[in-house]
């Protein structure tokens, strides 16, 4: 895995603390945790910070999470580095998340990654409207699916060039899109439907 660094200081926001509703959720949060192990519960709460911060987590965000917790400030540090689901660059309003491990390159993820250079640029460029980021990504755990692509917090399949610029069409658009298989299939049931268990008992 490579070194993931901080966004740079021009880009970090000067502080951050939880909303009003945010607040009362953590505090609610690390409840869950046996008494001396309130600091378990930093990745839901790096987690929640980022959410609040419109999809990444700058350096003031860690901090506030630490001081929260009574952690040291690297220790917070550590796991959001550590950890690809926290952001530490801006992201667009949708974060494309492309996999682009063997079985999605096998069944044409590579299309799929020309689209996002072409839409959108290289990875972790934001798109001058503010919209559209990505980035390649390990294993989504779809793969008889693939390829694939998670965006924000739901997961497109079987995608082809096509299909996938037209689901970055309408999220432009502000048009709903469908999540899941974007072919003739059930979840991950076979195309075509059931080819086993078809008589009846």
């Not at 966004?7 to 959720?25: G, I, R, V, Y």
């Not at 949060?29 to 987690?47: C, M, N, V």
Request: glycine letters at 8%.
């Amino acid at each position: 895995m490579s070194v993931r660094r901080l966004a740079p200081p021009e880009m970090q926001p000067k502080d951050f603390s939880f909303s009003k509703d945010n607040l009362a959720w953590a505090k609610k949060e690390i409840t869950k945790y046996p008494e001396g192990r309130q600091q378990s519960a930093i990745i839901p709460l790096l987690w929640r910070a980022q959410e609040q911060h419109g999809g990444w987590l700058p350096e003031a965000a860690i901090r506030h999470v630490s001081d929260f917790l009574g952690m040291a400030h690297i220790r917070a540090l550590e796991v959001a580095t550590f950890y690809t689901m926290f952001n530490l660059w801006p992201v667009g309003k949708f974060q494309v998340q492309l996999c682009g491990t063997t079985p999605c390159r096998l069944r044409g993820a590579d299309d799929l990654e020309k689209v996002c250079r072409k839409r959108i640029g290289d990875q972790g460029e934001v798109t001058k409207d503010g919209k559209f980021s990505w980035v390649e990504v390990e294993c989504l755990g779809a793969c008889v699916n693939a390829p694939m692509a998670q965006i924000n917090y739901d997961y497109y399949e079987d995608l082809t060039s096509e299909s996938f610029g037209k689901i970055l069409d309408n999220l432009a658009a502000g048009k709903k899109v469908k999540p899941g298989p974007q072919i003739d299939r059930q979840l991950s049931a076979p195309v075509g439907g059931a080819t086993t268990l078809k008589e009846k008992a």
